[in-house]
């Protein structure tokens, strides 16, 4: 089995940055399709972006497109999210999830796995 695990959240305040990881332990030999979803207290979960299994393609929500980036290392099996010019808008628990499958999707029911969420409070 596969099981992914998030890290890195934390308070920071507006302006500032963070970097979440997301680690696949388990039978990876086949890199997964990634993506970063979000949700604020009271709101719908929402997609923030996604990487493909070589990393060559990576896709963001309007909302995030320009502050944040994408990027894994394939070696360690972990895809990472850095967040720059953080909002109190951003503020919200992040999931990674993955899928088998290539295409990075924006539906949440097409991913397979999923991490147990990192908090993220971005303070004004």
């Known amino acids: 089995q596969v099981h992914l695990v998030e890290s890195g959240g934390g308070l920071v305040q507006a302006g500032g940055s963070l970097r979440l990881s997301c680690a696949a332990s388990?039978?990876?030999?086949?890199?997964?399709?990634v993506g970063w979803f979000r949700q604020a207290p009271g709101k719908e979960r929402e997609f923030v972006g996604g990487?493909?299994?070589?990393?060559?393609?990576?896709y963001y929500a309007d909302s995030v497109k320009g502050r944040f980036t994408i990027s894994r290392d394939n070696t360690k099996n972990t895809v990472y999210l850095q967040m720059r010019s953080l909002k109190p808008e951003d503020t919200a628990v992040y999931f990674c999830a993955a899928r088998w499958l290539t295409a990075v999707t924006t539906t949440q029911g097409s991913y397979d796995l999923w991490g147990q969420g990192t908090q993220v409070t971005v303070s004004s």
């Open positions: 388990g039978r990876t030999s086949t890199s997964l399709t």
């Open positions: 990487i493909s299994r070589s990393g060559s393609n990576t």
